[in-house]
């Protein structure tokens, strides 16, 4: 067995070792290209594969867990052994990763426990979690023939807390669940962080996070470790090597040859975990959330990053740019040339058949009864969208005013099935106005959460409960008597497209496409509003034509040879007769 060791120096079997890894999400990536990315990892010169390990995939609901297919955590690390790539594994509770709520699960949310504590309840969660998890990963270890070579304990935690009796419960966890590799955390580089974030005290290996200045950050380390007496190797656990989008905002860019001298800079001092080398897609409703003082900012499906690998997983100039370098730098070691993604083009096929959501409400959903609205965790309905539904009675003569109180994330309010307003964060609480034509009008209220945020303060905040909130107040009181409908958009097979379907309602959309070849393909939504795609049943993910993306990566895993069924669901009324597949991202102008 090899024997990989922390010292003054990382060693393999007595022999210096620097690490040159990249990280890859095995949940961000369909699994038959898992090959690829690992494959383009190894043939940049790098010798270990980094990946974070998501909770709330790996149980969504509490004591169901889930480690097929594209969560099989233990196939995606065999692969990168076959290839000769070792791995770093952070299987902490939370991940960061801009993933939705951090990786912990929303049925944490209704416990009322405090998170990343040692609070008895969130422990017991995560006991209950690593039973299932850790004799997964134990057979991967370096010390049992695999490839683990380290896991984290927690992630960046100096950026949250500093509970070193949270810490310690977690290492312990860990070394009971027959953990023997060595240990670390990841923080950032500066003191306040390392401090609050690491368990240096107890001999515990300290990583920083940063995306420039390697020189600058890497003496923040070693002063860190000077004061309490550790003579450790050097590691950025993350380097930014490009950055993550929001809606709304500019696409970010990083140069490619700044980049790979950046990340030549880091290796002079130390080792290196590229963040990311493959980035790959949110897919799903998993797309994480920016923390603001009052309005909360959702980040995209696509997770690009700009990374050295793109989306699909083609390598970009920043792959050849930093290949280069290490060839130079680094003769020795083996380089390849990179496997490419063929992606298609298709143009213009039609739609099928479209439906609205309210005539589609008893077929898609189970309805519930509540006489007050109930968030979506409460529930049991963690993501997506939930539609409210009540009788709204003529009070007044002509006109009503109602407000949506402590409600999250973006309501769509709908009067007699027509439109009246749209509501984001920082509209929620506004008036209404309405206007009566009858003793009684109803009123429906389609809720989407958009995501939870992924980092800093906000993971223990109310807004993270998502749904309607305490209610609908009208004139001065609160409307009771609800019907709520949980739209988890697992029964689309049921759809009944010969239903009616009105314009400016929240609706879906048909599409079929006969494939003989299937390749990987981005699809153009540049002319629908907001929504979902499904390809073959499979969520894809969200759009939205604030940009800044307008196309939606599909992987050649989702489709099929034969027929292919595409669905959009739309909530603004805004849609195109038909679609096309095009070969590269759009973006907004």
């Given amino acids: 067995m090899e024997r990989f060791e922390i010292k003054e120096n990382f060693y393999l079997d007595g022999?210096?070792?620097?690490?040159l890894s990249g990280a890859i999400h095995y949940f961000r990536i369909h699994p038959d290209d898992w090959y690829r990315s690992l494959y383009n990892l190894k043939a940049l010169g790098f010798n270990t594969v980094e990946t974070y390990v998501p909770w709330n995939l790996h149980e969504p609901k509490e004591g169901q867990f889930d480690f097929s297919q594209a969560l099989d955590l233990e196939a995606f690390l065999n692969l990168a052994q076959e290839l000769g790539l070792y791995a770093i594994v952070r299987p902490s509770p939370y991940i960061c990763a801009e993933w939705e709520f951090g990786g912990l699960p929303a049925w944490l949310?209704?416990?009322?426990?405090r998170l990343r504590s040692s609070d008895p309840l969130f422990l017991?969660?995560?006991a209950n979690y690593y039973q299932q998890l850790l004799p997964r990963l134990i057979p991967h270890q370096l010390d049992q023939g695999g490839n683990i070579l380290m896991m984290q304990i927690e992630n960046e935690y100096g950026s949250y807390g500093e509970e070193k009796a949270y810490l310690r419960a977690i290492r312990k966890l860990l070394e009971a669940g027959g953990v023997t590799t060595p240990l670390f955390t990841s923080d950032g580089p500066w003191q306040a962080t390392l401090r609050a974030g690491s368990l240096i005290e107890d001999d515990v290996f300290v990583t920083g996070n940063f995306g420039s200045k390697a020189k600058q950050q890497f003496q923040q380390m070693r002063d860190f470790f000077a004061k309490h007496h550790k003579q450790w190797p050097l590691m950025c656990m993350e380097f930014w090597d490009g950055w993550f989008n929001r809606w709304g905002e500019p696409v970010i860019k990083r140069d490619p040859k700044e980049t790979a001298q950046a990340i030549m800079e880091v290796l002079e001092y130390g080792s290196i975990n590229l963040y990311m080398f493959h980035g790959g897609t949110n897919f799903g409703f998993m797309n994480g959330c920016s923390a603001r003082k009052d309005t909360d900012l959702p980040q995209v499906t696509s997770y690009d990053y700009d990374a050295i690998l793109d989306e699909s997983g083609q390598p970009t100039a920043k792959f050849y740019c930093l290949q280069d370098k290490l060839k130079k730098r680094y003769p020795e070691r083996q380089y390849l040339e990179p496997l490419l993604v063929?992606?298609?083009?298709i143009e213009a096929l039609p739609v099928k058949a479209k439906t609205s959501l309210f005539a589609n409400l008893e077929t898609i959903s189970h309805v519930q009864h509540r006489f007050y609205p109930e968030n979506m965790e409460a529930l049991g309905h963690a993501y997506g969208y939930i539609l409210y539904r009540t009788a709204l009675p003529a009070d007044k003569a002509d006109q009503e005013t109602i407000r949506l109180i402590a409600s999250?994330?973006?309501a769509h309010i709908f009067m007699d099935q027509h439109w009246q307003a749209t509501q984001y964060q920082d509209e929620i609480?506004?008036?209404?106005e309405l206007a009566l034509t009858q003793e009684v009008h109803q009123l429906d209220i389609l809720m989407e959460n958009m995501g939870?945020?992924?980092y800093g303060h906000k993971l223990a905040a109310p807004s993270q409960s998502k749904g309607l909130g305490r209610g609908v107040m009208a004139d001065l009181h609160y409307l009771g008597d609800w019907q709520i409908y949980p739209l988890a958009f697992d029964r689309l097979d049921q759809l009944d497209f010969t239903q009616d379907w009105q314009a400016d309602?929240?609706?879906?959309?048909r599409f079929d496409y006969q494939c003989s070849d299937p390749k990987a393909t981005y699809l153009d939504l540049s002319g629908f509003g907001k929504g979902l795609v499904f390809v073959n049943q499979v969520n894809i993910g969200r759009f939205w034509d604030i940009g800044p993306t307008l196309s939606l990566y599909i992987p050649k895993g989702l489709l099929r040879k034969g027929r292919n069924t595409i669905i959009i669901f739309e909530t603004e009324g805004r849609y195109q007769d038909s679609i096309s597949f095009v070969k590269a991202p759009l973006y907004h102008s």
């Fill in 15 to 19: 022999q210096p070792f620097k690490i």
């Fill in 109 to 113: 949310i209704p416990k009322k426990c």
């Fill in 124 to 126: 017991t969660a995560v």
């Fill in 342 to 345: 063929e992606t298609m083009q």
């Fill in 408 to 410: 999250r994330d973006r």
């Fill in 429 to 432: 609480g506004d008036p209404i």
């Fill in 452 to 454: 939870r945020v992924n």
């Fill in 505 to 509: 309602q929240p609706s879906f959309y």
